[in-house]
């Protein structure tokens, strides 16, 4: 199983920036989604997560810009970045809950990261 990130990059403060994540591999369902991200020095923390069922939940730091979405039919996470500041530079990590089988255990995988930065 790999999820690989994309859309990270260099953007001026206030700018946009949309990431997403695809899983592929052998993968039989996938429970909840998110992404984390870790400035230097810094511990890795949750900016947004999503279930299954599209419920989703934001770091304080993120509501009111942020918007995470997924969609299930592709194995696929996104994240909407409006307004980002330089405090929101950071690795930014996808991760997901799933099961490779039916009879597989719940397992967490997670992304290689994706740079972001902006610039004041």
């Known amino acids: 199983v790999q999820l690989v990130e994309s859309g990270g990059g260099l953007v001026q403060a206030g700018g946009s920036l949309r990431l997403s994540c695809a899983a592929s591999g052998s993968i039989a369902t996938i429970n909840n989604m998110g992404w984390y991200r870790q400035a230097p020095g810094k511990q890795r923390e949750l900016v947004a997560g999503?279930?299954?069922?599209?419920?989703?939940n934001y770091a304080d730091s993120a509501k009111g810009r942020f918007t995470i979405s997924r969609d299930n039919a592709r194995n696929t996470v996104y994240l909407q970045m409006n307004s980002l500041q330089p405090e929101d530079t950071a690795v930014y990590y996808c991760n997901a809950a799933l099961r490779r089988t039916w009879s597989s255990p719940w397992a967490d995988y997670w992304g290689q990261g994706t740079q972001v930065t902006v610039s004041s």
């Open positions: 999503i279930t299954r069922g599209g419920t989703t």
